[in-house]
């Protein structure tokens, strides 16, 4: 079965760059989430879209900012990156629209490093 | 504010026995929960899930409890496997005005052979 892809794996940034993460949810998901995971934590939510609209917004810094398109794909972009902003980044989907609870569908990630 | 918590961060178990893993969360609001697991380099793997309209559901060799008056769940593995050893986080969702899936801080499983 299809699964949520996220592209790149991995990348390597220097500070006050910019970086831009893809995220393609399973087919006929209609709900994207980004997570940050740091060493040793636990994900943190950062922003969902629900439908190409923001449904709720997490622990994301005002330098980030993420978008739905309207083939459902998501992009998180990052500028003025930050040493500490190192950290796996997760992109997960669900279905909304079968029921309000479903579970969420993880990718495995885009390991960013910022140098 | 840790809203779910997994006071346990490692748990070894023989290999045939069962494991039970711990979460606890803080926010009564919360109506909906999951277990994950996780492996290195891999994204979180949905394991199973629970209503809180219902106390038990099970599947396969994983059983979910939740506690709603004691805000508590536990993932029960029997019997473990040593394919089982990965990290497991809770999570929850439901909170009243918002859509976020809250996770835990993980336990790292090992099962020995």
Request: with cysteine; aromatic share 14%.
């Amino acid at each position: 079965a299809a699964g949520v892809i996220q592209s790149p794996r991995h990348l390597i940034k220097e500070k006050r760059e910019t970086a831009t993460l893809k995220c393609y949810p399973i087919p006929r998901h209609d709900t994207v989430y980004w997570y940050q995971q740091g060493p040793g934590q636990d994900p943190q939510f950062l922003i969902s879209f629900y439908e190409k609209m923001q449904s709720d917004k997490g622990s994301i810094p005002d330098r980030f900012s993420a978008q739905q398109f309207s083939d459902y794909h998501s992009e998180l972009n990052m500028s003025s990156l930050e040493l500490g902003d190192s950290a796996l980044y997760f992109c997960a989907s669900r279905v909304w629209g079968e029921s309000y609870n479903s579970p969420l569908h993880f990718g495995n990630g885009t390991r960013l490093t910022v140098t | 504010d840790q809203q779910v918590k997994q006071n346990s961060p490692s748990l070894s178990v023989q290999e045939g026995r069962i494991s039970i893993l711990n979460c606890d969360y803080t926010n009564s609001m919360f109506d909906y929960f999951l277990w994950y697991k996780k492996y290195p380099a891999e994204g979180p793997t949905f394991l199973i899930s629970i209503s809180s309209i219902k106390d038990k559901n099970e599947d396969g060799r994983f059983t979910v409890f939740l506690n709603k008056s004691a805000k508590h769940l536990s993932l029960h593995i029997v019997p473990s496997q040593p394919g089982d050893s990965a990290v497991y986080f809770c999570a929850a969702s439901g909170a009243s005005g918002t859509y976020k899936y809250i996770f835990g801080t993980g336990t790292r499983l090992k099962v020995l052979a």
